[in-house]
């Protein structure tokens, strides 16, 4: 059975960064899709950036793009979210999942880690 972890969130200022990690064991990550996702307080878990098995495709939600990079290594069984130039808005509870599809539908996620909390503040 295959078990998500992620890590590196915390309380930032605005117009800083954070590297969030989402580390894999139970089962190898290299044939599955992997996505980030959000949740902020009453609102619905909405997808961030996803990343195809190879990792030459991606997909990212418009308020992210050009700010965020999503990335994996599959040797090292991990996948990476990194976050520049964070606002406010960015505030949420950010989520790891793992598809067999490539998609940025959370429905179609199989497996999810606990979460991680992002604070953007001053």
């Known amino acids: 059975q295959l078990q998500l972890v992620e890590s590196g969130g915390g309380l930032v200022q605005p117009g800083g960064s954070l590297r969030l990690s989402c580390a894999a064991s139970?089962?190898?990550?290299?044939?599955?899709?992997l996505g980030w996702f959000r949740q902020a307080p009453g609102k619905e878990r909405e997808a961030v950036s996803c990343?195809?098995?190879?990792?030459?495709?991606?997909i990212y939600t418009g308020s992210v793009k050009g700010r965020f990079t999503i990335s994996r290594d599959n040797a090292e069984n991990t996948v990476y979210l990194q976050m520049n130039s964070l606002k406010p808005e960015d505030t949420a509870v950010y989520y790891c999942g793992a598809s067999n599809k490539y998609s940025n539908r959370a429905r179609d996620y199989n497996y999810w880690g606990q979460g991680t909390q992002v604070t953007v503040s001053s």
């Open positions: 139970g089962d190898t990550l290299d044939s599955y899709s």
């Open positions: 990343i195809s098995t190879s990792g030459g495709n991606t």
